[in-house]
Structure formats: structure tokens, C-alpha cells
């Protein structure tokens, strides 16, 4: 099969921007016989480690023995410099969320769009608070901004309803959002206590560098933004969604669920009316039983259901999501711009 050249820069070179070139280096021979795309990672920049650039192709093994060893990569280059400069069609963008502004990721994929290359990005911080403009500037300048692992790993919550359910109207969105929450909160069910229940999410590595965001709610409640500008260009504030966090005093409430055979989880739940502007979105400790949907998502796992005019509800899940899942949605994103191209190609 013939293939096309796919140059590919990486900003931000963490957990998720390593487990994407792992799953590069793997799958590159196979997506280029399946797909007829030659994925080249041309760049990597970091925050503190450096960047490094080569318009043949970035040696990504050494990259990834350097970045493990926290060896620097290279001459420190701002990250809007680098993207407006580095020789790629996309740039995959996999900074920290900032939930209140998701501001550094924004100035990023802002420099990427103008300077005329597509997005895809895993960081729910600019989906929630910069859509609308970011969005106007792909179409403007005949790029893709793509963001499907920013909620809920890998799963194709995005896609689902932009390729598969066009106009479907969706209505409500109800999940289990945050891998951490599901973890503690079955922990304090079997009796741990709350510190043994964090240790337990921390051992699988899944925990933000302060447990308190996720257990708080607020991962939650900037995917549950995050989907409302997505779903219904309608915008809302991360510290209007309702939330109720987790804590030590939930445990005599866990125990007592499991022991009449039910499950507390964190629930979080988006609603909008056509005929309404509000959009009501909450983060809550819900009692659910067998009869729910979400019961037998225990653990890191994670499920998204969706009501509509036009359908019966319809429910995604991943059981036990990894690393690879999240990086498996960059390259669906990645992968979505290379075969359909941009009004420029
Ligand atoms: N981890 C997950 O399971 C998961 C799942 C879905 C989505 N996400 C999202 O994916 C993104 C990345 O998560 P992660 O877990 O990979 O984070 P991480 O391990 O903390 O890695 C972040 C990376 O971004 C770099 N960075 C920070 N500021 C930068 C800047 N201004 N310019 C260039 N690079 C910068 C960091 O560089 P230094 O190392 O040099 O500081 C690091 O390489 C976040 O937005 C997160 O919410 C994560």
C-alpha cells in the first residue's frame, strides 16, 4: 500500500505523551500498511527537560530511555515557540490540566492552529474553557482540533457522537468519570480506611499529583465542562457544577451499601434541554444496585451513558482503562486528521 509521511510533534512528554510514542513505536509498521500512514515523530518539547527536533525523525527509543532517566532532551525551547516552528503537520499536545483556565494548553494549541498545523490533545483544560475560540480557528484556517482521550481515557465519547449519532440531540450525560473516586470508594466498602483506600489508587498509579482534585470532584466536573462545550457549545464554569466529595465520613455508608448488596459511586450527570439554555451538571455520592448500568464498573473502570430525542439511552464502559487507552485515543484523533486530511491538503 503506499503511504503518506505523517510528521508528528509532541508537547509534553509525561505519562500520557510517552505511553503515545510507545504505542508509535509498536503499531508504526502496521499503521502503515493498514492505514498507509507513516507516522514520524519530527519533535518532543518539554517543560523541564528540554526539546529536541529532527525533520527525519526523532530517534523515539532514545527519547524515551532520556525522558525515563530524566536526562534532558535538549535545548529548553518554549513550547509556543516550539510548535510555531517545529516541522510537523500535528502536534500532539499532553500538558498538565489546569482546571480553572486551561490556559498554558490553549496558548499552545492556539500557536499550533495559527502557525497551520492540526491538533489532537488529551488535555480537558482547553476543551472546557477555550472551545469555542479554538474551534473557530481550526475551521478558519482548515485544521482539525481533536480531543477525544481528554474525557475518559480511550473511549470514544467525542466520536460517538460526532461520527455515529449526528443530531441524535443528545440530553444527558451520566458517568463514572474518575477512575481515583471509583478505587477509594470501594475500598472504604471493604472496610479500608480512607488512607489505605488512597494508597490503594495511588499503588496503580492513577492518582493526581494531589488526590484531593480527583476526590474532590473537580476532574469530574472539567470533563462534565468540558462535554458541554462539546456537545452543545454551551460553556460553563468548572465552580458551577455542583459537587460532593469524597471524604473518611462516607465510609459507614459504603460499608452499609455493599452489605445490602449495592455500591456507592461519584456520578457525575450533565443535563440540557433544547428549549433550555441552563445546563445543570453535578458531581454526587450516589447509592446505585444491580439494576444500574454503572454497577458491575468497579475499580478504575468507567462508563459513559447518553440519553437523546432520537434514541433509547445508549452506554459505553472500559474496564480497568491504562495508560495505552488514553494514548489509543491521541492516535484515533491523530489518525482522524491524517486519513481525512484538512481543507489545506
Ligand atoms: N494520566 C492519565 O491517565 C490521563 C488520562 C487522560 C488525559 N490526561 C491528560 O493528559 C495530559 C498529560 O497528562 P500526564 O499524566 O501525561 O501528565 P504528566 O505526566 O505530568 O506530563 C506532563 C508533560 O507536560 C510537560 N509540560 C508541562 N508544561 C509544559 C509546557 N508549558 N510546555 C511543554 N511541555 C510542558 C511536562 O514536562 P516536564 O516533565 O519537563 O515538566 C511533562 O512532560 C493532562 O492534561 C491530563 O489531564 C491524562
Not at 503506499?2 to 504505542?23: I, N, S, T, W, Y
Not at 498538565?96 to 494549541?109: D, M, S
Not at 477525544?148 to 468519570?177: H, K, Q, Y
Not at 457549545?233 to 457544577?241: A, G
Request: include cysteine; aromatic fraction near 4%; proline fraction near 5%.
Amino acid at each position: 500500500m503506499q503511504h503518506r509521511k505523517l510528521r508528528l510533534c509532541l508537547v509534553g512528554f509525561g505519562k500520557v505523551g510517552r505511553a503515545f510514542a510507545e504505542l508509535i513505536l509498536r503499531e508504526h509498521d502496521r499503521l502503515q500498511s493498514e492505514a498507509g500512514l507513516d507516522l514520524v515523530v519530527t519533535g518532543i518539547c518539554t517543560a523541564r527537560f528540554g526539546s529536541v527536533t529532527n525533520p527525519l525523525g526523532v530517534d523515539l527509543r532514545r527519547a524515551l530511555d532520556r525522558a525515563n532517566a530524566e536526562s534532558p532532551q535538549g535545548p529548553f525551547e518554549e513550547s509556543t515557540a516550539f510548535v510555531a516552528t517545529c516541522p510537523a503537520d500535528i502536534v500532539v499536545e499532553t500538558t498538565p490540566l489546569e482546571p480553572f483556565t486551561g490556559a498554558v494548553g490553549i496558548a499552545i494549541i492556539r500557536a499550533a492552529l495559527t502557525a497551520g498545523r492540526s491538533v489532537a490533545s488529551a488535555n480537558k483544560g482547553p476543551v472546557a474553557h477555550g472551545l469555542r475560540e479554538l474551534r473557530k480557528l481550526a475551521g478558519r484556517q482548515g485544521l482539525q482540533y481533536r480531543y477525544e482521550s481528554a474525557v475518559a481515557d480511550g473511549m470514544p465519547v467525542f466520536n460517538l457522537i460526532e461520527r455515529t449519532l449526528p443530531c441524535a440531540s443528545v440530553t444527558a450525560v451520566t458517568g463514572l468519570l474518575n477512575s481515583t473516586s471509583g478505587v477509594v470508594l470501594d475500598a472504604l466498602s471493604e472496610g479500608r480506611n480512607f488512607s489505605e483506600a488512597i494508597r490503594r489508587a495511588e499503588a496503580l498509579g492513577i492518582v493526581e499529583d494531589d488526590p484531593q482534585y480527583d476526590l474532590d470532584g473537580w476532574d469530574a466536573a472539567v470533563k462534565l465542562c468540558a462535554m458541554s462545550a462539546a456537545l452543545w457549545d454551551k460553556p460553563i464554569h468548572v465552580e458551577d457544577v455542583k459537587r460532593t466529595p469524597i471524604s473518611e465520613v462516607l465510609a459507614p455508608e459504603a460499608i452499609d451499601a455493599r452489605a445490602h448488596g449495592n455500591r456507592l459511586v461519584s456520578l457525575a450527570t450533565l443535563q440540557s434541554k433544547p428549549s433550555d439554555q441552563v445546563v445543570r451538571a453535578a458531581v454526587e455520592i450516589c447509592e446505585i444496585g444491580p439494576e444500574s448500568v454503572f454497577f458491575a464498573l468497579t475499580g478504575t473502570s468507567l462508563g459513559v451513558r447518553f440519553e437523546s430525542s432520537l434514541l433509547q439511552p445508549i452506554t459505553i464502559s472500559c474496564s480497568e482503562p491504562r495508560l495505552a487507552d488514553t494514548a489509543y485515543g491521541l492516535l484515533a484523533d491523530v489518525l482522524h486528521i491524517g486519513l481525512e486530511g484538512s481543507s489545506r491538503t
